[in-house]
């Protein structure tokens, strides 16, 4: 069965630092993957996805991801990170089901000044 | 234009009462669905249905009950609340049932059961 890990429940960084959250699949085939952030009392919001070809992703909001299968890994990555980037951050792969989205528990970005 | 439209966005009520949550996608989506986001923040899904039909149906109690007026609404409305359904609920739709489709969410409906 398909899974999602993010092993990081929280992560604090330094306003002005660079950012890389963590994110682990388990999948048979090639995944289409993806990142959602929620901000306080949000829905989710889209950053980027993956389905195939370049293995490194652009997003929104200077984000980017980098998928690598032998690793099964797709973490997000930001080189500088804003106050305005704290929010809880999900990552996800589509299931067998084909359209079910199995997702990772979130991992919450806290912002020191 | 909020593309994904969840009323009421707070609903605090008392256990066994009967209540309704509404969505409407106004993107041009032929798919829809409903997750619960528990306090540990974990997402499931609920239900999903592709132009007013069934596809996804988890282990949910029959207490939920989704409705589909046509493919641009899911509402779904909850039956003798228990203070477990405490929880925001996640509305979102997809264009069609393609994996490569990114699904829109709302911005959810905090639900509190006194």
């Known amino acids: 069965a398909q899974s999602v890990t993010q092993p990081d429940i929280h992560i604090t960084v330094s306003e002005g630092a660079s950012l890389e959250l963590r994110c682990n699949y388990s999948?048979?085939?090639?995944?289409?993957l993806f990142w959602y952030v929620q901000s306080p009392g949000q829905g989710l919001q889209l950053l980027l996805k993956?389905?195939?070809?370049d293995t490194l992703v652009q997003g929104i909001k200077g984000f980017e991801a980098e998928f690598k299968r032998s690793q099964s890994s797709f973490n997000l990555r930001k080189p500088s990170v804003h106050w305005s980037d704290a929010a809880e951050y999900f990552c996800?792969?589509?299931?067998?089901?084909?359209?079910?989205?199995?997702w990772g528990a979130g991992t919450k970005l806290i912002i020191k000044p | 234009d909020t593309a994904v439209s969840q009323t009421p966005k707070y609903l605090v009520t008392q256990m066994g009462n009967d209540k309704s949550i509404k969505c409407e996608q106004n993107?041009?989506?032929?798919?829809m669905y409903w997750y619960k986001q528990d306090s540990k923040k974990f997402l499931k899904i609920m239900f999903s249905?592709?132009?007013?039909?069934?596809?996804i149906n988890e282990t949910v109690p029959n207490r939920f009950s989704p409705k589909s007026p046509d493919k641009a609404h899911l509402n779904l409305h909850i039956n003798s609340l228990e203070l477990g359904d405490s929880a925001v609920y996640f509305c979102?739709?997809?264009?069609?049932?393609?994996?490569?489709?990114?699904?829109?969410f709302g911005d959810g409906t905090r639900l509190s059961i006194l």
């Open positions: 993107l041009g989506h032929d798919t």
């Open positions: 999948y048979g085939a090639t995944p289409y």
């Open positions: 979102a739709s997809s264009q069609g049932v393609n994996s490569n489709q990114p699904q829109h």
């Open positions: 993956y389905f195939s070809g």
């Open positions: 996800a792969v589509v299931g067998d089901s084909n359209y079910q989205l199995i």
């Open positions: 249905y592709n132009n007013k039909e069934l596809i």
